[in-house]
Antibody, heavy 127, light 105 residues
Framework: QVQLVESGGGVVQPGRSLRLSCAAS????????LHWVRQAPGKGLEWVAV????????MYADSVEGRFTISRDNSNSTLFLHMSSLTTEDTAVYHC????????????????????WGKGTTVSVSS | DIQMTQSPSSVSASLGDRVTITCRAS??????LAWYQHRPGKAPKLLIH???SLQSGVPSRFRGSGSGTDFTLTISGLQPEDFGIYYC?????????FGPGTTVD
């Protein structure tokens, strides 16, 4: 069964850091790119970042560029999102989601739909 | 970036009803559109991609149509598990952008 499970969320003060994880199972993790997508309270879905299957290409939304870092450990089938300089605007449920095309390394396929999602992990930034 | 809008923002429906949700893109996106269902506490679920292609395992009561800037998701014969929020997403250009969502309750 293809599955993505996020963890690492919690309550954090503004300006602090947090690292999220996304554990994958049921498919060959190292063949697929992955996104982070978030949903703030009362808002819709917002794309955050994407990483290619080999970790060689990463892209970020303007709202997180320079503060967030996406990475992956293919040997342990895990995706990460390191978030720093957090603000209240970063409060959201964070989902990981799969790029449907294997071996994708560029925006030509990063733009596609997302075929597998996790339930998400909640990040609350508050003093 | 391409902007996506949806209407209505919410719809009240009963079991067995036919529900229609509209999605509009700020510029033409050909058939590069996906629809997702998001139920509280669950993972978002891909329903339709390429505007009208049903994702494997999704019931045939879900139907997508449209191209260019105007798209429609139709649910025929609403079932209890269909209540939730529905999002469209443009897949024409990077970054992927989502509509604001339509709540079906």
């Amino acid at each position: 069964q293809v599955q993505l499970v996020e963890s690492g969320g919690g309550v954090v003060q503004p300006g602090r850091s947090l690292r999220l994880s996304c554990a994958a199972s049921g498919f060959r993790f190292s063949d697929y790119g992955l996104h982070w997508v978030r949903q703030a309270p009362g808002k819709g879905l917002e794309w955050v970042a994407v990483i290619s299957y080999d970790g060689g290409n990463k892209m970020y939304a303007d709202s997180v560029e320079g503060r967030f870092t996406i990475s992956r450990d293919n040997s342990n089938s895990t995706l990460f999102l390191h978030m720093s300089s957090l603000t209240t605007e970063d409060t959201a449920v964070y989902h990981c989601a799969r790029v449907p095309a294997p071996y994708c390394t560029s925006v030509s396929c990063f733009r596609y739909y997302m075929d597998v999602w996790g339930k998400g992990t909640t990040v609350s930034v508050s003093s | 970036d391409i902007q996506m809008t949806q209407s209505p923002s919410s719809v009240s429906a009963s079991l067995g009803d036919r529900v229609t949700i509209t999605c509009r893109a700020s510029q033409g996106i050909s058939s590069w559109l996906a629809w997702y269902q998001h139920r509280p506490g669950k993972a978002p679920k891909l329903l339709i991609h390429a505007a009208s292609s049903l994702q494997s395992g999704v019931p045939s009561r879900f139907r997508g149509s449209g191209s260019g800037t105007d798209f429609t998701l139709t649910i025929s014969g609403l079932q209890p598990e269909d209540f939730g929020i529905y999002y469209c997403q443009q897949a024409d250009t990077f970054p992927p952008g989502f509509g604001p969502g339509t709540t079906v309750d």
